[in-house]
């Protein structure tokens, strides 16, 4: 079975999708662990599932690298085929991206490459947008940078407010999420293959 570590640091609702879906018979991955930066709301779904967690916090640690090598170090033990950020909001560090590249992949609120960072949402609203959506990349060095798999466009409507379109988007992303990690895992999508586009 396609085994997938997912790392989230809030409430996990893209986690909850994938551990909801993963419990289908014909569902061809599985959630082997739940990792994290702190402790958050999102660990009680992994708990409720059975699935095994860890907190790796950044504050624990001198240095990003130090903290990067430790997240790497707590991911391993599971030999993940696949690592999901799914609401992770920490940038790793290039020798973590290095580690477990290219089958990292991000969970991101904006049709990349516009509104990388940690603000798409508002940032989208700020700059007018009429049509957004949610991203699904494989991980690199950069912010939001690397190669796209897969996006869907979500409209923003007049008077949207930063967490009316976030909840519409949030409904594409878990979808995307499903699709995409189902389609990874059927070697529909070759990872190897995008990241050297």
């Not at 699935?51 to 599971?78: C, Q």
């Not at 700020?126 to 049509?131: L, M, P, R």
């Not at 008077?159 to 995409?180: A, C, N, P």
């Amino acid at each position: 079975m396609y085994s997938v570590v997912v790392l989230i640091s809030g409430s996990g609702s893209n986690l909850r999708a994938l551990l909801e879906a993963a419990t289908a018979a014909d569902y061809p991955a599985r959630v082997v662990a739940v990792g994290a930066d702190r402790e958050c709301d999102g660990l009680i779904h992994a708990d409720e599932f059975g699935i095994p967690t860890f907190v790796v916090d950044p504050a624990a640690f001198s240095s990003r690298e130090e903290w990067g090598s430790a997240l790497v170090g707590a991911i391993e033990p599971w030999q993940p085929d696949l690592v999901l950020c799914a609401g992770f909001m920490r940038i790793l560090p290039a020798s973590a991206v290095a580690a477990l590249y290219p089958r990292l992949i991000n969970m991101h609120p904006a049709l990349l490459p516009l509104y990388p960072g940690a603000h798409a949402v508002r940032d989208a609203l700020a700059d007018g947008a009429i049509v957004t959506g949610a991203t699904i990349h494989v991980v690199d060095e950069g912010v939001d940078t690397g190669p796209v798999i897969r996006a869907r466009e979500v409209a923003v409507h007049p008077g949207d407010s930063e967490s009316s379109l976030h909840e519409r988007i949030k409904v594409e992303e878990r979808q995307l999420i499903v699709e995409t990690v189902a389609d990874i895992a059927r070697e529909r999508i070759d990872l190897e293959e995008i990241s050297r586009q």
